[in-house]
Structure formats: C-alpha cells, structure tokens
C-alpha cells in the first residue's frame, strides 16, 4: 500500500492495512472474552445489536400484557343476583375471580404494564437506538458515532431504566395508567414504593433518550464522509435527525415534570394538588409538552425507515427528496406547538381552538411524505419481499392512523369521540401500524447487512399476512366500537359491545402469531441462514455498497467517498448477477452531479 | 505500508510508546475523527447541546414558580420574607468569581500553564464548597430548624394565615436543589478535572475537557442568576 495514500482518506488504513478484517460479529477468543467484549464494546453495531434483543424482548413483554387486556375483554363481566361474578377472565385466571375489584384491579395493571413497556422501553428507543446506531454511521460513511463512550452509557442507562421499571412490576404494577395523571400518580398504592420505581424508572430512561439523542445530532453535523452534503443522506438519516432534534429538545421537560411529580408523591409540596393550591392541569401541559413532540419521536422513525424500502423496494429515485427532508424538520418543529390536543376538555375554550387549528398544520407535511412515497411507487418495478410489503402494508396502516387524527383535531368531533375505543385504535394504528410494521419491515430489509445472514422469504411473507390482518381485525372494531360510545380504559362494557370486543381479541391472537412466525424466520435465519451477499437488494446506500454483510468492526475497507446519491437508481442502477445478488453499481454517468 | 502514520492516526488515538512528549502534545483524536479540530468542534457542538437540555430542565421550574406567583402572590411574598437575602448575594458573589476562575482555568489550559491551570480547577472547587456551605449551614439548615420545610413536612409554628405558603416553600427546596445537585455533580467533575490536570493532560492541543466543565459550570451560574432575584429579592 502506498503512503501518499495517508492523506484523509488514508486514516482507515493507518494502523490496519494488513491486519485481518473481521466482521464486527467475529467472537474475541473465549466465551467469556467474547462477553466480556460485547459488554464494554464502543462499536456503534454492537451497541445498536445489543439494543434490539433488549428492545425485541420488551415487545414481548408489553405485548403479553396487552394480550392480558383483550383476555380480559373477551367477555362483559357481570354480577348476577346472587352475586356471582363472571367473565372477569383476567382476575380468574390469577386467582382473584370472586371479588370484583381484586380482578379489575389485574386489569387496570396489565393496562398500565402494557403502556409503560410498550412507550418508554419500546418505542421510544425502537427504532433510533437499534437500527439508527447500526446505520446512522454506516449511512454516513463514518467509522462510529461522535461519542462512542456516551453511546454505551446511554445503553447502560436503559438498562437501569429497564431495571427499575421492572422491579415495579414485580412489585405488583402501578395503576396510573403509562401518562402518570395525577391524582393517579400521587395517591394510589399510598405506602408503596412501586410508583416511585416506575416514575424513577421513566426519569432514568429520558437520560437514555437524550443521550442518544445527543449523540445522533452531533454525528450527523460532523461526520458525514467526504462528497456528502446535506442533501446527499439518505433520507433514513434525515429521519433519524430530526427525530433526534426532538429528544434533546423535548425530553428533558419530562426530566423536570417527573422530579417535580416525585417531590409531589414524597413530599406532597403541592404543586399538582389542588388541595395545596397546585393545579392537576399544569402536569398534563408539563407531560404533554414533552410527550407530545416524543409522539414524533415514535413515528418519524418509522418514516425513515419508509424511504428507504420504498425507494429500494420500487427501484426508482425517491419522489421529491426536497419535500420529503423538510417535512420531518417541519414535522420536528410542529410537534411541540400542538400539545393542547391532548387535553381540548381539560383547558379554556380559546385555548382548544387555537391547539386545533395548529393541530391540523401538521398533517401537512405528514400528508407530503405519503404523497411523494405513492409517487415513488408509480411506475417503479415494485418487488414483494417481506420488507416491501411491510412498508406497503405502512401507507395503509398510517394513512387511516393520520386521518383518523383529523376526526380528533376537530373540536366538535372530538368531544364526542374523547376517551373512547376510537381513540385507542387510532394511536395503535399510527405506533403500531406506523412505526412498529415500519421497525419490523426495517429488521427484515437490514437482517442481512446485521446478522450476514439472509432470512426465508416465504416465513417473512407468511408472518406479514398474519401480523397485517391480525392487526387491523385486532384495532379496526376499535373505530367502531368508539364511534358507537365505547369508553376506553374500563375492565368490562356493555354486552351490545361483545361481538366487537370478541372480534378484536381474536384478532389480537392472530396479530401475536404472526410475529411468532417472524420471530421463528429470525432465528431459523440465525441458525440456518444462507450467507447474505454485500448487497442483496440491489440498494444504493453506502452500508449496502460500501460495506460487507455484516460489516467489519471499523465500518468500511476504505473510507468511502461518495459518488452516487442514495436513491439514484436511474442512473446507477446496480446490475443483478443472480437472483438476489448484485454487483456494485457502476460509476456515475456523465453528467450525474457526482460524475 | 507506512508506520509513520501510526502517530496521527494510531490506533484508537494512542501513542507510540517511546514518545515522551506530554499527553497533551502527543494526543491524537478517536478513531473515527479525521484530527484533533474535528473532535474539538463536534465535542463542543455536543457540549452546547447538553447545555441545551439543561436550559430546558430549569425552564420548566421557572414556568412553574411564574405560575404560582401569579396565583398566590402573597404566598410567596411572605416565604421570601423568611429568605435572608445577604446570604445569597454572598453567594452570588462566590459563583461569579468562580466564573472567573474556571473561565481562568480554560485561558491556562489554551496556554498550557499547567500550574495556574491546577491553581484555577482548585479555586473553583472550593467556591462550589463554599456555595453548598453557606447554603446548607446558614440557609437549608435554618429552615429545616424552623419546620419551613415543602409539603406536608411544613411545621412552622407561626404560620400566618397566608394559605398554600408551603407551595412556595416546594418551590423554593425544588428549584435550589435541583441547582445544589448541579453544583455538587459540578465540583465532581472539578475534582477530575485536577486528577487528569495532574498528569498533564491538557494543554494548547487539548482542552476540550476543560472547556466543556466550564461551560457547564457558566450554566448552574446563570440557574443562580435568575433564581437569586426570583426567591430572595421579590417585593
């Protein structure tokens, strides 16, 4: 190797050049040499790995709860004359049919579990510190993120976060429902210690969050490769950005309304009781000024991931990259004027109406991005790998969670549909039909670039079928349940809602098949999966063009230099060798601004 | 293949073993920065960041005393009567000059004057200790004497008929503890800062470290600024 090559782009190769060039997955001698390594590791890929079996076990979790919550409504519970209860399904199963209370109190909890774990453990992190620490370097053509040590601290804080949410758990759950509401919040379970854990836990997690967050933020400002402008990201790290910009910005109000809302639980100093003079009402501005923005933080993940399985999955440059960045920077800056939505009952008339009206605002550029993916779909070469059909599946799924929103934006329609099933259904079709179909698409569509492993087509499409129709049986009944009056949050219902409620259930029973189906193709790829190629769908971002499957530790042979923008598929499309290979593409064209 | 790069871009950004300039000279960025300016600007773009985070933090402690203050004005007026307000412009003074003493310490180490640099870390450790002294013995203490304490731990014996003056007494514990606890992880962050000081790591190619506790610290100054004013001199 030549040493006129150790200008800046030699860096890579200083120490390196004739060193092996392991995958990042390579063990370091023993087992526990290799543990010991995983558990200090600064390697954004590690880091980002060890986040997704943490992250992909609290689904589970949550997930069980939230199959306890339709267990439960399966059936009406009614008290006949003589006292006999029946249908509390959940309380029979855990010992505690004959009093009503002890069984809806089984109910309240598992609801309460299933929030919490699904919001702070799960979504919040899914998505940026899974896949985003995975690619977010990669994609950028850099060796790591900007603070390597900050990143593995920030996992070690969920961690902790897990922990003490967990310990709450055990200790029977807490009934607040995952927005900690006071009264909730400060007066049940009284003597106990487990809503201290879980807001502490809550408290420790935003650090997490932030720290990520952080960390995103500063990478994507300082070390893009060279030729790598602004307008040259891939569009998955504009998302990841702007999801990043709301983390740092939003969460360290949640920071300040927890500790205040443990000084209030300890100390009771009054500040959210009205008997002391406090005001209920200021902690739903505190909670949802930050947990509005954080609903961005959810779903604009999910979005990133979107285009780069729709451009991928069409073979086609994306439509209007422009429009596409600057609605998630739109989207970032939206999210934390319209809080007020969540609470148009519990605040002043002018207030509501002004919240609607900038509510509605961002629905814009939401609206931007479904367009220009539809637009990217026409006239593509569309192929139905189970990715692709999971960020099909997305636009279905999130443009009736979007416009769903609207009916709640409406102040008139919202008084009526407030606190109902339609509202449940709706943000479940936005976290879960947005951003968790979007996070199972993008496991599918990186399973090869992480593991070096292919996945089995068949088991992946069988798995959507199942997820895509278990999940809209499980929350579409929720529309109209919501619309017909249904209450949200209560242990049993009238028996006109049975049908409805049984259809949802079962639904949710087919839905938890299907990703058991996923979670088999998972680890059958594991142990059995044929060698992934670099670049097996043909695409053009640098973690596809530039980088082994899975990559080696330092990211890249060579740092690249970009000559290609990540969805220029009409000038550099990567030829196909065989079925499911590609060869690097070909230089750029004349012409091309990177020629 | 050339060795002569493994100064510049070694691996992980150490050295080779037989250079015996000082850490400060013969540092070189993580790997994954092209050099010493480039981890320079992005550590600092992290630190303002941070920063960021912190504004917000104590902002919405400020939203919550304006709110307050506004409803129960003569709640708030009576607690404060109960603050001494000699002793926080005492300590106003301490956390300016050691404004001045930590900006000092980030002068010293752009310099490379490692004596005054050490001289500057311990000055403004000590102004943090004295803070949290003349805070906890002369103010913190005096009030836990008296029972004004937040919430349901209020005991005062005289309380006058101002309802809801231990909500302000919440206010007043929440917000300056939240600040206190800035200043003891601060003064942690000091006491690293002289260890690593020590073994001179820092000099005129590498401050970052220093300059980014300094800024930190700048910030629990300007939390005082306001909260000073805001508890003790309102009328």
Do not use: C
């Given at each position: 190797m030549a040493s006129i090559d150790l200008g800046k782009s030699g860096a890579l190769h200083g120490a390196h050049g004739h060193e092996h060039h392991g995958s990042y997955l390579e063990g370091k001698g023993g087992f526990w040499a290799t543990v010991w390594d995983w558990m200090t590791t600064v390697d954004h890929k590690k880091i980002g790995m060890m986040y997704l079996v943490a992250i992909l076990f609290m689904f589970f979790l949550g997930g069980m709860a939230a199959l306890a919550v339709r267990l439960e409504l399966f059936a009406p519970t009614v008290v006949d004359a003589t006292g006999q209860i029946s249908g509390n399904l959940l309380g029979q199963m855990f010992g505690a049919g004959d009093s009503l209370a002890d069984s809806n109190l089984f109910y309240n909890r598992a609801m309460t579990i299933h929030g919490i774990i699904m919001v702070f453990l799960v979504i919040v992190p899914s998505v940026p510190a899974s896949l985003g620490n995975f690619l977010l370097p990669l994609q950028l053509g850099a060796k790591d993120v900007a603070f390597p040590r900050l990143n593995?601290?920030?996992?070690?804080?969920?961690?902790?976060?897990?922990?003490?949410?967990?310990?709450?758990?055990?200790?029977?759950?807490?009934?607040?429902?995952?927005?900690?509401?006071?009264?909730?919040s400060t007066t049940t379970d009284e003597g106990h210690l487990r809503v201290?854990?879980?807001?502490t836990a809550a408290f420790i997690l935003g650090f997490s969050s932030i720290f990520t967050g952080l960390n995103f933020v500063v990478t994507v400002h300082k070390l893009r490769a060279p030729g790598m402008g602004w307008f040259d990201m891939p569009l998955f790290v504009w998302g990841i950005y702007g999801t990043a910009i709301i983390q740092v910005l939003a969460t360290p109000v949640i920071g300040i309304t927890l500790i205040l809302l443990l000084f209030e639980r300890i100390f009771h100093i009054g500040i959210f009781d009205p008997r002391l003079?406090?005001?209920?009402v200021l902690f739903q501005h505190f909670f949802w000024f930050y947990s509005h923005p954080v609903v961005y933080v959810m779903i604009l993940p999910g979005m990133a991931i979107m285009n780069e399985l729709i451009a991928a999955g069409s073979r086609k440059k994306i439509f209007g990259y422009r429009a596409v960045a600057f609605s998630t920077l739109a989207i970032a800056g939206i999210s934390f004027i319209v809080w007020g939505h969540h609470m148009f009952t519990s605040q002043g008339e002018v207030a509501a109406v002004v919240f609607s009206a900038l509510t509605f605002l961002v629905a814009i550029p939401s609206a931007v991005k479904i367009f220009n993916w539809i637009s990217t779909l026409y006239k593509g070469s569309i192929i139905l790998t189970t990715w692709n059909l999971y960020a099909l599946a997305f636009l279905f799924l999130f443009s009736i969670g979007g416009l769903t929103g609207l009916f709640l934006g409406s102040l008139a329609v919202d008084l009526h549909l407030h606190d109902t099933y339609f509202i449940v259904a709706h943000f479940h079709y936005v976290m879960m039909g947005g951003t968790i179909i979007a996070f199972i698409g993008g496991i599918h569509y990186w399973w090869p670039k992480m593991t070096g492993k292919m996945y089995n087509e068949t088991v992946g499409r069988i798995g959507w079928f199942f997820v895509f129709v278990g999940f809209n049986a499980t929350f579409f009944p929720q529309f109209l349940m919501g619309s017909r009056g249904m209450p949200r949050r209560y242990a049993s219902y009238v028996p006109e809602y049975e049908f409805w409620h049984q259809f949802s259930t079962i639904?949710?029973?087919?839905?938890?098949?299907?990703?058991?189906?996923?979670?088999?193709?998972?680890?059958?790829?594991?142990?059995?999966g044929k060698k992934a190629p670099a670049n097996p769908w043909g695409a053009l971002t640098l973690e596809w063009t530039h980088a082994s499957s899975p990559p080696i530790e330092h990211?890249?042979?060579?740092?690249?230099?970009?000559?290609?923008?990540?969805?220029?598929?009409?000038?550099?499309?990567?030829?196909?060798?065989?079925?499911?290979e590609y060869s690097l593409p070909r230089p750029a064209a004349p012409g091309s601004k990177y020629h | 293949m050339a060795t002569i790069d493994l100064g510049k871009h070694g691996a992980h950004g150490s050295a080779p073993v037989n250079d015996d300039r000082p850490y400060h000279e013969r540092y070189q960025a993580a790997h994954h920065f092209v050099d010493r300016e480039h981890e320079f600007d992005a550590v600092k773009m992290?630190?303002?960041?941070?920063?960021?985070?912190?504004?917000?933090?104590?902002?919405?402690?400020?939203?919550?005393?304006?709110?307050?203050?506004?409803?129960?004005?003569?709640?708030?007026?009576?607690?404060?009567?109960?603050?001494?307000?000699?002793?926080?412009?005492?300590?106003?003074?301490?956390?300016?000059?050691?404004?001045?003493?930590?900006?000092?310490?980030?002068?010293?180490?752009?310099?490379?004057?490692?004596?005054?640099?050490?001289?500057?870390?311990?000055?403004?450790?000590?102004?943090?200790l004295i803070f949290l002294t003349i805070k906890g013995v002369f103010e913190y203490y005096k009030k836990y004497s008296e029972g004004l304490l937040p919430g349901k731990f209020y005991s005062y014996p005289y309380a006058e008929n101002v309802p809801y003056e231990p909500l302000w007494w919440g206010i007043y514990w929440g917000a300056t503890g939240i600040h206190a606890s800035h200043v003891i992880v601060g003064m942690g962050l000091f006491a690293w800062l002289y260890v690593r000081s020590r073994k001179r790591h820092f000099g005129p190619g590498h401050y970052n470290a220093v300059e980014g506790v300094g800024l930190y610290w700048h910030i629990v100054d300007i939390v005082w600024i306001f909260l000073f004013p805001m508890l003790y001199l309102i009328h």
């Open positions: 593995l601290a920030s996992w070690y804080i969920y961690l902790l976060g897990s922990f003490f949410a967990i310990l709450s758990l055990l200790n029977y759950g807490v009934d607040t429902g995952w927005t900690f509401y006071t009264p909730y201290v854990w879980m807001v003079g406090g005001d209920p639904g949710s029973g087919l839905l938890a098949l299907g990703l058991f189906v996923h979670l088999f193709g998972f680890l059958a790829s594991l142990a059995a990211n890249f042979e060579h740092e690249p230099v970009v000559t290609h923008g990540p969805y220029d598929f009409d000038t550099v499309l990567p030829a196909q060798t065989k079925p499911g | 992290g630190v303002w960041l941070f920063l960021s985070t912190e504004v917000l933090l104590f902002s919405g402690m400020f939203v919550a005393y304006a709110i307050f203050r506004m409803m129960y004005p003569d709640a708030f007026l009576s607690g404060s009567a109960h603050l001494d307000y000699r002793w926080g412009l005492l300590n106003t003074v301490v956390l300016l000059l050691s404004s001045y003493t930590v900006a000092a310490a980030v002068r010293h180490a752009q310099t490379g004057n490692q004596k005054w640099l050490q001289i500057n870390i311990i000055l403004t450790f000590i102004a943090g």
